[in-house]
């Protein structure tokens, strides 16, 4: 397995801004893509942006053009910018790792973000 530890969660204004990291524990595993994906109360976790180890990225059409994906793969690092904040962006955001060979993937436990109007 491969520990995923998130931070960076918080209580911000709208239209503020919040930076969330997320690193993953040592591993003999390959990290392909990396991601983050959130979840409101009664809603499905929904993906927010990924990012391969090349550097390719994707985002929900919801949050293109605020926030922005970025990668440390020294670190095993994966960061999101988070930019112009709405209260409809108020989640548990959760980072994900997929992992090459063996496939699967491994999830960190969730930060909260909350965002005040």
């Known amino acids: 397995q491969v520990q995923l530890v998130e931070s960076g969660g918080g209580l911000v204004q709208a239209g503020g801004s919040l930076r969330l990291s997320c690193a993953a524990s040592?591993?003999?595993?390959?990290?392909?893509?990396m991601g983050w994906y959130r979840q409101a109360p009664g809603k499905q976790r929904d993906l927010v942006a990924t990012?391969?180890?090349?550097?390719?990225?994707n985002y929900a059409d919801s949050v293109r053009g605020r926030f922005t994906i970025s990668r440390d793969n020294d670190k095993n690092t994966v960061y999101l910018q988070m930019n112009s904040l709405k209260p409809e962006d108020a989640a548990i955001y959760y980072c994900?790792?997929?992992?090459?060979?063996?496939?699967?993937?491994?999830w960190g436990q969730g930060t909260q973000v909350t965002v005040s109007s």
């Open positions: 994900k790792a997929e992992i090459a060979q063996p496939r699967f993937d491994s």
């Open positions: 040592k591993t003999i595993f390959v990290i392909n893509a």
């Open positions: 990012i391969t180890s090349g550097g390719n990225t």
